[in-house]
């Protein structure tokens, strides 16, 4: 494992301390498991844009679905009527 020095905000070193001695770990380990944590969430974010582009190309180019469309097939659901998505 490699060493990285970081400045840490003044206001965070109290919480940062309480909240691993109520955890029992250590600072080390608390930093390690939020950074994880965040590069973890920036991928599924990134993963989800690029899942919504087609959508935007869809949307630019005027393949919509009027709301009131949506909502009648979603009211359609698990009735005897139930409509094809639109």
Not at 40 to 45: D, I, L, V
Request: no cysteine.
């Amino acid at each position: 494992m490699s060493t990285t020095s970081i400045r840490l905000k003044q206001e965070l070193e109290a919480p940062l301390d309480d909240l691993a001695h109520r955890l029992q770990r250590s600072r080390n380990w608390l930093i390690n498991k939020a950074i994880e944590d965040f590069l973890a969430r920036q991928g599924q974010e990134q993963e989800r844009w690029l899942e919504t582009l087609p959508a935007l190309d869809s949307v630019r180019s005027g393949r919509t679905v009027a709301g009131d469309e949506v909502h009648a097939w979603l009211e359609s659901w698990g009735s005897a009527a139930e409509k094809p998505a639109p």
